[in-house]
């Protein structure tokens, strides 16, 4: 689905290569590897900007708002090409207390930018109708945000959460998906390690969304473990995280590119469709 409304560049005239470069940019499925920024690292800060191998940047929201208090937005602190991916995934009680203008807040300063939102608990021990609001709570919110969006001609790419897990929920929310014209859908794959490894539930949930949805593409939010990637079904296209960057490459460009060329290759895109679990 895209959010995308006219960018404020052709309100003013004519676009630039730049602004048609970055429209494209924001419109297409961030596919490959993608690195997580971290506040407070000053090795990833350095590495990160004006590096010219890298073009999407990943950050969660509360960081990115703090960026943008001490810079203004997020283009003033990357570099002109570097696109941001903000993901509104955090821990219940932040999410529990963001309002609408703190989301409009940092959406009027992150554009052109890729947007995830979230909101609402669904977790699969809760009961039944605890989950039914937990995805309610979740369309209501991505709702406002695609019109909030639409309203304000933000230069934004609405990238979904999945949010469901089991076949019901899937079945039920199949018809706002296709309502929203959602073809590209991201996991949170953090949640499935914070208590252990349950890596099997994150790729029987993913199984679920390709067999019922048919997406076209999908985006794990840290996740960059090469054989649990593999693992994952072909519609597995991108990725972003941080761990494994800083323990395989020294913040070294050359291991960088050998590194993220390897994960591409190998583990990305490369499961099959439907697997066993």
Same mark, same amino acid.
């Given at each position: 689905?895209?959010?995308?409304?006219?960018?404020? !560049?052709?309100?003013?005239?004519?676009?630039?290569?730049?602004?048609?470069?970055?429209?494209?940019?924001?419109?297409?499925?961030?596919?490959?590897?993608?690195?997580?920024? =971290?506040?407070?690292?000053?090795?990833?800060?350095?590495?990160?900007?004006?590096?010219?191998?890298?073009?999407?940047?990943?950050?969660? @929201?509360?960081?990115?708002? +703090?960026?943008?208090?001490?810079?203004?937005?997020?283009?003033?602190?990357?570099?002109?090409?570097?696109?941001?991916?903000?993901?509104?995934?955090?821990?219940? +009680?932040?999410?529990?207390?963001?309002?609408? $203008?703190?989301?409009?807040?940092?959406?009027?300063?992150? #554009?052109?930018?890729?947007?995830?939102?979230?909101?609402?608990?669904?977790?699969?021990?809760?009961?039944?109708?605890?989950?039914?609001? *937990?995805?309610?709570?979740?369309?209501?919110?991505? $709702?406002?945000?695609?019109?909030?969006?639409?309203? #304000?001609?933000? +230069?934004?790419?609405?990238?979904?959460?999945?949010?469901?897990?089991?076949?019901?929920? @899937?079945? +039920?929310?199949?018809?706002?998906?296709?309502?929203?014209? @959602?073809?590209?859908?991201a996991f949170y794959a953090r949640q499935y390690?914070?208590?252990?490894?349950?890596?099997?539930?994150?790729?029987?949930?993913?199984?679920?969304?390709?067999?019922?949805?048919?997406?076209?593409?999908?985006?794990?939010?840290?996740?960059?473990?090469?054989?649990?990637?593999?693992?994952?079904? !072909?519609?597995?296209? *991108?990725?972003?995280?941080?761990?494994?960057?800083?323990?395989?490459?020294?913040?070294?460009?050359?291991?960088?590119?050998?590194?993220?060329?390897?994960?591409?290759?190998?583990?990305?895109?490369? *499961?099959?469709?439907?697997? =066993?679990?």
């Amino acid at each position: 689905m895209s959010s995308y409304s006219t960018p404020p !560049s052709t309100c003013r005239g004519q676009q630039t290569l730049h602004d048609v470069a970055t429209s494209h940019l924001i419109r297409q499925f961030p596919a490959g590897v993608i690195l997580r920024y =971290e506040a407070d690292n000053d090795r990833l800060e350095e590495f990160i900007l004006r590096n010219t191998l890298i073009t999407y940047v990943m950050f969660n @929201f509360c960081d990115a708002m +703090e960026l943008i208090g001490e810079h203004g937005s997020l283009h003033a602190y990357l570099s002109d090409w570097q696109i941001p991916i903000v993901t509104a995934t955090e821990k219940d +009680e932040i999410l529990k207390n963001r309002t609408r $203008d703190d989301i409009r807040h940092l959406l009027k300063r992150i #554009q052109p930018a890729v947007y995830v939102p979230d909101a609402g608990k669904v977790y699969g021990n809760d009961l039944e109708y605890k989950q039914r609001g *937990g995805l309610q709570e979740y369309r209501v919110r991505v $709702d406002w945000v695609v019109n909030e969006i639409e309203r #304000q001609g933000w +230069e934004i790419e609405v990238l979904p959460l999945a949010k469901a897990m089991e076949p019901w929920q @899937f079945k +039920e929310m199949l018809p706002w998906y296709r309502e929203h014209d @959602f073809q590209n859908f991201a996991f949170y794959a953090r949640q499935y390690y914070t208590h252990g490894n349950r890596f099997n539930a994150l790729r029987k949930h993913t199984n679920n969304l390709v067999d019922i949805v048919d997406p076209e593409n999908v985006f794990m939010i840290a996740l960059h473990g090469k054989t649990h990637l593999r693992k994952l079904p !072909s519609r597995v296209n *991108g990725a972003s995280g941080l761990k494994q960057f800083i323990d395989n490459c020294d913040y070294d460009n050359e291991q960088f590119e050998q590194w993220r060329t390897d994960l591409e290759a190998n583990s990305l895109n490369a *499961g099959d469709d439907l697997l =066993e679990y």
